[in-house]
Nanobody, 114 residues
Framework: VQLQACGGGLVQAGGSLRLSCTAS????????MGWHRQAPGKERELVAS???????NYADFVKGRFTISRDNAKSTIYLQMNSLEPEDTAVYYC?????????WGKGTQVTVSS
C-alpha cells in the first residue's frame, strides 16, 4: 500500500499539530498502522501504533501528549500532537503492515522552535 503523510510544519514549543496519513487503498484489512520519526543524526524510532481493533501503543516520550487514531472509512490515520517540544523535531513517517511496519510513506517534517 502507498502511504501519503501530511500536516507537518513549523510550530512553537507548546503548540499542536495534527498529522494525517492516507493510504492508496482500503485499510479495513490492515491490522497495524503507525508513526515513526527520525531526528537528524538519530535512528528512526516508534512514536505510536494502532491496530485494526483500536489497540494503541505509545513511546514513553509521547504518552499523554500524542494521540493516534484511525478512520478506516477514509483510509486514514492521524497523529494529534499536543504540548510539542523542540525534541519532537523530526521527520515523521507513517507505516502499515500485518504485525508491524512493512510499507512506509515518504515522511513529513515537524519542526518545533523553542
Amino acid at each position: 500500500v502507498q502511504l501519503q503523510a501530511c500536516g507537518g510544519g513549523l510550530v512553537q514549543a507548546g503548540g499542536s499539530l495534527r498529522l494525517s496519513c492516507t493510504a492508496s487503498r482500503s485499510i479495513f484489512g490492515t491490522n497495524y498502522m503507525g508513526w515513526h520519526r527520525q531526528a537528524p543524526g538519530k535512528e528512526r524510532e516508534l512514536v505510536a501504533s494502532i491496530t485494526i481493533g483500536g489497540s494503541t501503543n505509545y513511546a514513553d516520550f509521547v504518552k499523554g501528549r500524542f494521540t493516534i487514531s484511525r478512520d478506516n472509512a477514509k483510509s486514514t490515520i492521524y497523529l494529534q500532537m499536543n504540548s510539542l517540544e523542540p525534541e519532537d523535531t523530526a521527520v515523521y513517517y507513517c507505516n502499515a503492515g500485518a504485525r508491524g511496519p512493512r510499507d512506509w510513506g515518504k515522511g513529513t517534517q515537524v519542526t518545533v522552535s523553542s
